[in-house]
């Protein structure tokens, strides 16, 4: 056997010789330019979606929060980029937020208090 022969890892004639067919043979050099291939495209796609995944905008009246690896940052409005499959955003309203909530009597002091402020003991 000389240094140029490969020895075939898959033979579709069944280790016979001289069977006049077409002798498909997989080999070394063949399997890792497939490996190779498969390699690249999967990493293609990671890079693509990683792509896609990077930027992100924050509408006007929101405040973005990127949380990455428990710290947390804040953004304005506008356009803006994150570490992909690290960070993930949440979008938070900046607009004033009006609580509508009646007054009530409180029975102690018998003055008026708003609702948020309870001044009875539990029980």
Same mark, same amino acid.
């Given at each position: 056997?000389t240094?140029? *022969?490969?020895?075939?890892? $898959?033979?579709?004639?069944?280790? !016979?010789?001289?069977?006049? =067919?077409? &002798?498909?043979?997989?080999?070394?050099?063949?399997?890792?330019?497939?490996? =190779?291939?498969?390699?690249?495209?999967?990493?293609?796609?990671v +890079?693509?979606?990683?792509?896609? *995944?990077?930027?992100?905008?924050?509408p %006007?009246?929101?405040?973005g +929060?990127?949380?990455?690896? =428990?710290?947390?940052?804040?953004?304005?409005?506008?356009?803006?980029?994150?570490v992909p499959?690290?960070?993930k955003?949440?979008?938070?309203?900046?607009?004033?937020?009006?609580? *509508?909530a009646? %007054? !009530?009597? &409180?029975? !102690?002091?018998?003055?008026?208090? %708003?609702?948020y $402020? &309870?001044?009875?003991? %539990?029980?």
């Open positions: 056997m240094s140029q *022969e490969q020895l075939p890892l $898959f033979s579709s004639s069944n280790g !016979r010789k001289g069977t006049g =067919g077409s &002798d498909t043979k997989i080999t070394c050099a063949m399997c890792c330019a497939v490996i =190779g291939l498969s390699v690249g495209c999967i990493l293609a796609i +890079a693509l979606v990683a792509l896609f *995944e990077m930027p992100f905008i924050v %006007p009246g929101y405040v +929060a990127v949380v990455t690896m =428990g710290h947390v940052h804040s953004y304005n409005s506008g356009l803006h980029f994150r499959f690290v960070s955003v949440k979008l938070m309203t900046a607009k004033i937020q009006i609580l *509508e009646q %007054p !009530r009597r &409180d029975w !102690r002091s018998r003055s008026i208090l %708003p609702s $402020f &309870d001044l009875t003991t %539990p029980t």
